[in-house]
């Protein structure tokens, strides 16, 4: 029995290009800290992947390039504003307020994890009106692909950048799976960012593929210039850094990371196929991207992971459940867990 | 011609045994965040180094297991007193700052790295006088190896301790390099830190064969009790957590940390014994463990480069300057680099 | 015509007496940074009004006062759960972040400013169950009188003790307006706090006759303990601290304190019968106090600022209005206000 | 006997011009949080001392204005020079590391309270080099009066500000006993800060005559417009916000306030010369404003106690004594104290 595990595409494995990326700069003596020339390489690949000169800085986790990002976007006074089952407010512990010094999340709700975009202007009215005695409008942030799995496309952004530009916000994007937010929206990478309206994108590959590849990409230029600082105090600036750029160069070299995540979202799109079909089972939101959030009775639940899969329930909605699919879901381990669901 | 870089041990590679490990482990699923086998495995080991069960959590970079230490150790309103040379005062930032909430650095001088019991007694006395109008005395940090190449032997450890107890403070080490003061001093672990009063050790093995091996060990349950709360938010909780465990498996397993430290503090001796026989050549401080600090004449400096020799112009002394030797000098490099030296 | 301005008790003047205790301690020199005698004084003031030896500590302003307690009561990762409509929560900018290095609010919704316990225990329980990954429940905050101007009895409090008690919470109680729920309430200042398990309080006299006179006022020493150090480094301990102190000997002599809100709370009751026996306004929430949220039709408010009634639009629910009496408010111009309302 | 108290001025009392003003103020409502008319009024009179449209913010202690002012020079990641004994180093905790969000001072040697210049640029020719390693330099700050009791002429703060210049940092000014400063050294305030590059200056009337009367005063526009976020934050935002206006304008009015300095000053020299004429009293700074620190011996100190003299042994130099004159000093207490030490 193949493995059946769809809790989440960070328990998966490394790809066998990563490893032989690391493997080859191990032997021999580099400079540290993202002086050498690996870093330089790969910091160049992420510029042409999004066909601008746009700054990139390497980190591990995708807590620390949210955290780092909104830090440099917002002042330790500043609202940010995100959709209410967003990540970085629901499970990053309280890393954004640290890092930006006491910035506030403002949580909005929003259908399938697209905040309301006039909910989102009320509350930055009356912050507005309200001045120094309330957190002061200074982030819209979006998750590409959401928390609920769903995918903005270009169009689907521009209210938010308009919002943003109306009250004089920076956009910031949540991209831990933004490799299958290209590949499902179909739009290029810089369509989905700064040609978006985008100053600043957390780029993950670790659920990708990567072992601990995490980028901060900032495509404003002004807002990059003591960036360095912050990543540095922070304890995010490797010494031996070329470790870091070498799971980037295997990534990105031949488009591995746009690959693996069509692959992902293929397996997602079968499995939510035998979802659909399936009479007690309900798909709330559009599986857009490699995650799946069916509705399942509780005894069918138990039923499906008796016959061995294995998947996450949502603590946010108790009637919920998620699975994922990743870089390295084996077509055979769907095809069983299709089997399962349909005679369950 | 072999590496005749000395540069620094964080610019050498990786040994083959932690990657074997990361490869043995990069297929399949695991739990994330450090709920997986391989990561309760490593922390036994490190528990089986230290004879004790002490609280162990990996990160990636020694300024995050130092500040993220010293964020356990000390409030926000605590001096912290370091060795005025001392890594975490000149090269790590502001990033003891960023993680304590504010708490200050005081660097105090003394011989070879080591700061001045009396003098650090001092400043203890002025602030205790002066209550909240200063910076309220919390941490003692040391660090073995310290910022010199010296090594603190446990009965050297002691009147910091005995220090730290007058005045009710904590007692930090930073191990940045702990395996080549493990091996210099012929004490155990045990007997170096907890044995000697050290509340939290910084240990890192990423300078000793790893990629980004770094760990807060805490010997004081009370303190560690939240600590996982401050890994978390500082985005130091890696979701592939195995592959952090890996390193530490690999280099514990048959004490191959030992091994290679054991290995870079010869190549060190012989490397210093060769600046010790020339006459133009001085050697102030003691080559306890993997680095010399020889002060050369800028014209001897610019022949040893012109002959192949990399290493460092120490900053803090512009007559001297810094050769490390790591797990992977080879000893054809050391014989090449002692002819050079001879022959100068 | 008398001052008709119902906007807000901070508006308010000076009671003479606090100007006379000014006054008196004008000349001469005493000891700086509160090792006054008055000092010392005024905290046996307060000690005696919560017939307990509570640690009290002054400071200028109310944010001041619930920021500093807070950061005594949860970790920088807390939870502090509180109305949704709370003034921390929407008045006093992001102060409570600031101080507590990055703790997060978590406003939760319920009748006439009384959050609601069901809705805030399910908070706790995914917090709980979500571990690190959340922000730690730490911290319930009240206010009485609450931002809806209704009070607190100590039979009330009671459930949200119970709750803090299940999770391992502390309670704050944000006491701007204390004085006005003594009286309100008929309960002992002890019984509306550390009887009912109020680990902490922010004790503000500012609005019943102060110029700048808050307090934190710490049941359990525990808590106290470096407090001191905080409100140093805040910048909240003044040089000349006798002048703080000095409001307070004035305030609680003789009970003005409770004199001034009982005259407060009794301009409101009138003022709130002109309201309720008016048939175009309504009265939704109970007037406890001395707040009055009445909801008054558009042109019907247009009508009392002509006729000279100043008072505030509350801007959380665009149909309400908000009138606030104080210690000073003279009877004759309610009455005017009572005719004015009448005939409108 | 008169008060021959030397202690401290900030443990003097209040100018009854202060009082009359807080007391024609008290009756009444006012709109609060700085929007009332005498806000704009003191506002007006501190740009008229300064000959220009300077931002002013009212705040109530001498640590709030250094620690918020220095937040808006300074990124959490930079380092602030200071003379080694300057009150931001050793008498403010560390306010200064809380409100930059962990910024680093740097304290630098210098003669009677003056830093070194060759040292200071020392110091950040090291750091520039160091790049993200080290803190970035970012702000100088300077005492006048400093904390030795001497005094800069305009003249001494250019090299200060062409340091600045070189290496692109911010200029700050503790203007603690700024009043002092100005009577001391004959030039206008203006001349004394931004005329010689000052960017920002704590200004303190507190004990100049005032209760809690402190200022901060931003000279370029760009740094003071997101200010009042910070001083709301930080809690230091009185409600009642006249009454701390009230202090300004009384001691503004009719240059009051260099009025009491000049006779603080006056009291110093006569008590300088005094201990001039001792032949066992030493004065190894000059006295330029209202601070003598006199180096007399054990034995004497003794004597001048018990004869009713009250005053400070220096905590940093034990051979010392610290005596200060205020604006209500008493000429006949001073000859009284002139006679005790002549004939001691």
């Known amino acids: 029995m193949g493995d059946m595990s769809f809790i989440s595409d960070n328990q998966a494995g490394v790809h066998p290009s990563v490893l032989e990326r690391l493997q080859s700069l191990s032997r021999g003596s580099a400079a540290g800290y993202g002086e050498d020339q690996w870093t330089a390489e790969a910091e160049s690949a992420v510029q042409r992947v999004f066909e601008t000169d746009c700054a990139v800085f390497f980190v591990s986790t995708g807590t620390a390039a949210n955290a780092l990002a909104l830090s440099a976007l917002s002042p330790p006074w500043g609202a940010i504003y995100c959709h209410d089952g967003a990540h970085i407010c629901n499970d990053e512990n309280t890393a954004v307020e640290f890092y930006t010094g006491g910035a506030r999340l403002v949580g909005v709700s929003g259908l399938a994890g697209k905040p309301d975009v006039n909910t989102m202007r009320a509350h930055m009215e009356i912050a507005t009106v309200h001045g120094v005695h309330n957190a002061k409008p200074a982030v819209i942030s979006l998750s590409n692909v959401t928390e609920s799995g769903t995918v903005y496309s270009a169009h689907e952004i521009a209210p938010y950048r308009d919002l943003a530009d109306t009250f004089g916000l920076r956009l910031h994007m949540d991209g831990a799976r933004f490799a299958n937010a290209v590949v499902s929206s179909g739009a290029t990478p810089a369509a989905l960012t700064w ?29 990059a210039e003591e960036f360095a600082y912050r990543r540095k105090r922070a304890g995010h600036l490797w010494s031996k850094h ?76 108790p009637d919920m459940t998620r699975f994922v699919t990743s870089f390295n879901t084996e077509a055979a381990a769907v095809d069983q867990a299709i089997a399962i669901i349909a005679g369950a």
Chains 1, 2, 3, 4 share one sequence.
């Open 195 to 223: 040609q978006s309206g985008v100053d600043c994108l957390s780029f993950g590959l670790t659920k990708d593929g990567g072992i601990a590849a995490e980028a901060v990409v900032i495509f404003d230029h002004a807002l």
């Open 242 to 317: 070329r470790f870091l750029a070498a799971q980037w160069l295997a990534l990105l070299e031949g488009d591995l990371w746009l690959d693996n995540a069509r692959h992902a979202n293929a397996m997602a799109q079968r499995l939510a196929e035998a979802f659909g079909d399936h009479d007690s089972i309900d798909l709330p939101w559009a599986v857009d991207a490699n995650e799946i959030f069916p509705v399942i009775p509780e005894q069918l639940r138990d039923g499906l992971r008796q016959a061995g899969l294995e998947f996450y329930d949502w603590p946010a909605r």
